[in-house]
């Protein structure tokens, strides 16, 4: 079974840089579209980036500039580098990923990014 599975989140101050990361474990077969959503209490899960398996990505409107996403296709993992972090960026970030084929989509089990003023 394929699992997604997040590292990294945690407290920092504004102003301050963070990495996440997502791996793919439980499968040897590549994975499509990769990400990253991420929910604020009582908001919806919005998209944050994508990035292909060719590593085209694109970005939230609240998010670029600030944040650059990267993969690995050996490894099946993820990366999320965040500069400049905000307040407002404080979130459950979750990761993704789809299969090829399917496109079926994968979730992380979500990991806390804490941003304080």
């Known amino acids: 079974q394929v699992q997604l599975v997040e590292s990294g989140g945690g407290l920092v101050q504004a102003g301050e840089s963070l990495t996440l990361s997502c791996a793919a474990s439980?499968?040897?077969?590549?994975?499509?579209?990769m990400g990253w959503f991420r929910q604020a209490p009582g908001n919806q899960r919005d998209l944050v980036a994508t990035?292909?398996?060719?590593?085209?990505?694109n970005y939230a409107d609240s998010v670029k500039g600030r944040f650059t996403v990267s993969r690995d296709n050996i490894k099946n993992t993820v990366y999320p580098y965040m500069n400049s972090l905000k307040p407002e960026d404080t979130a459950l970030y979750y990761c993704?990923?789809?299969?090829?084929?399917?496109?079926?989509?994968?979730w992380g089990q979500g990991t806390q990014v804490t941003v304080s003023s």
């Open positions: 439980g499968t040897t077969f590549p994975l499509g579209n």
């Open positions: 993704y990923a789809e299969t090829i084929g399917t496109r079926a989509r994968l």
């Open positions: 990035i292909t398996r060719g590593s085209i990505s």
